[in-house]
C-alpha cells in the first residue's frame, strides 16, 4: 500500500550496539563437583565405564561447560536426546562417541546423522532398516525390557532389519531404578536373555539410579545424567553426590514497605510490620515456576532471603529484614540443594536442572 511505502523506516537495532550487558542471571556450576560426581559414578560402576546423559543441554546445566569437565574427567561415552542437540557437541569430543537416543526417524536424520558422524541409536524395526538402506555402519540399539517408551520390543529381535545392523552398544533402559521394585529384577532378567539374543561389542543398562542396584545391572556401560549433575535418585548415591548447579539473581531494586502494604500478583503476601524487601530478576519465565511462590528460598552473604508472595513471570519478590546490607545490584543464591529443593517445590530434581532457562549466564 501507497501510506506503508511512504512511511520513514523505523531505526532497527544494530547488531552490536554496543558490549552486552552481563546477565543479572547466572548460574554457577561447581566443574570440580561435576568432575568428582562422573569419577565417583564410574567407580560405583565397578568394572563398567561411566558415559555420561547430556542431552537437554546436559539437564539444562550447559552442554559447553558440562562436557568438556566431563571429557577431561575421563568420560568417553556421551548420550544426547535430539540431533538438534548434536551441533552443540562438535569439537568437544569426538563424533563417534556421541550416541542420539531419539534414532534416524527418517532419511534426512539419517543423512544427518552420517554426515555429522555420530552415532544412531536405533529403536525400532523401521528404524534399522532405515539406517541399513542409508549404507548402514557402526549404530547402538536400543531395546525394550518393559518400560515401553523407544526400544526395538524383545520378540522382535530376530527379525532381519535388526540382525543386520552392527551394534556398537545394545542399550535397555530401567523404569524404576529409583525405586525398590521388583520390575528392575524383571528387567535385568530379561535384558540378560536380550545379551544372548543380541551380538554386540558392549551391553548397558544402568541410568544414575541404576548404577546404586548394584554390579548386576553395570553391564559394560552406564549412562548416568541426573546423579552427574547432583541430583539424588536413591539413598545410597547420598554420600557420592555433590551439589553442582547454583542459580543466582541479582537484586534490580530495593523498597521500603509499610505494615498493610501486599506484595505481588494477587496480593497474596501482605506485610504484617514495615519491612524492606528486594526484587530479584528471576521468575517463572527462568525456570523459578510458580510453585516456589512464598516457598522459596534465597541468600546472601550467609544471610537467609525468603521469597514473598507470587512468583511472576521474570521477578520475585524477596524479604530482606536478615540481611539489611543487601542493596541494588548484590547477587542472591537460590537454595538449590537437588533433594531439599525437590521438596520444598513438588518438582523432581530432573525438573528442577532441566528448567533453568536460557536467561541464566552459565559459568564455571
Ligand atoms: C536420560 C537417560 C539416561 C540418564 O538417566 P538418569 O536417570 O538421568 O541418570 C540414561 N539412559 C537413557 C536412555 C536416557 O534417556
Redesign the pocket.
Known amino acids: 500500500m501507497m501510506w506503508q511505502r511512504a512511511m520513514p523506516l523505523p531505526p532497527e537495532i544494530a547488531p552490536s550496539p554496543a558490549p552486552l550487558p552481563s546477565s543479572p542471571l547466572r548460574l554457577r556450576l561447581d566443574t570440580q563437583a561435576l568432575a568428582d560426581n562422573w569419577r565417583a559414578l564410574d567407580r560405583l560402576s565397578g568394572s563398567a565405564a561411566a558415559g555420561a ?1 547430556v ?1 537437554a543441554d546436559a ?1 539444562g546445566l550447559g552442554v559447553a561447560v558440562a562436557v568438556p569437565v566431563l571429557a577431561e574427567a575421563g568420560c568417553r561415552d556421551f ?1 544426547v ?1 535430539h540431533w538438534g542437540e548434536v551441533p552443540a557437541l562438535a569439537g568437544l569430543v569426538p563424533a563417534d562417541r556421541v550416541a542420539v ?1 531419539h534414532g534416524p526417524m527418517n532419511d534426512a536424520e539419517a543423512a544427518f546423522c552420517r554426515a555429522s558422524g555420530v552415532l544412531p541409536v536405533i529403536n525400532s524395526v523401521p528404524q534399522a532398516a532405515r539406517w541399513s538402506a542409508t549404507g548402514g555402519g557402526p549404530c547402538h540399539l ?1 531395546v525394550d525390557t518393559g518400560i515401553n517408551r523407544l526400544g526395538v520390543e524383545s520378540h522382535r529381535l530376530g527379525d532381519p532389519a535388526i540382525a543386520g545392523l552392527e551394534v556398537e552398544t545394545c ?1 535397555s ?1 530401567l523404569a524404576s531404578a529409583d525405586e525398590n521394585s521388583a520390575q528392575n529384577a524383571v528387567q535385568l532378567a530379561r535384558f540378560a536373555e536380550v545379551r544372548a539374543a543380541v551380538p554386540a561389542r558392549r551391553y548397558s543398562l544402568a ?3 541404576g548404577i546404586a542396584l548394584g554390579n548386576a545391572y553395570h553391564a559394560d556401560l552406564t ?5 552427574l549433575y547432583g ?1 539424588i ?1 536413591r539413598d545410597e548415591l547420598a554420600g557420592h553426590i555433590s551439589q553442582v548447579a547454583y542459580p543466582q539473581a541479582a537484586v534490580i531494586q530495593v523498597r521500603e514497605i509499610a505494615a498493610g502494604d501486599s506484595v505481588g500478583y494477587n496480593a497474596t503476601f501482605t506485610a504484617p510490620a514495615p519491612m524492606r524487601v528486594g526484587v530479584i530478576a528471576l521468575g517463572y519465565a527462568d525456570g523459578y515456576l510458580r510453585c516456589w511462590s512464598g516457598k522459596g528460598r534465597f541468600s546472601w552473604q550467609g544471610r537467609d532471603v525468603p521469597a514473598l508472595g507470587r512468583v511472576s513471570m521474570d521477578m520475585t519478590v524477596v524479604d530482606l529484614t536478615h540481611a539489611p546490607g543487601c542493596a541494588e545490584g548484590d547477587w542472591l543464591e537460590a537454595a538449590y540443594e537437588p533433594l531439599a529443593a525437590s521438596a520444598a517445590s513438588g518438582l523432581s530434581q ?1 525438573e528442577l536442572f532441566t528448567l533453568l532457562g536460557q536467561r541464566f549466564q552459565r559459568g564455571g
Request: zero cysteines; charged letters at 10%.
Open positions: 546423559a542431552k539437564y548420550f536426546a537416543l536400543m542399550l533402559h541410568n544414575s539410579a549412562r548416568p545424567g541426573l546423579a541430583g535418585p530432573y
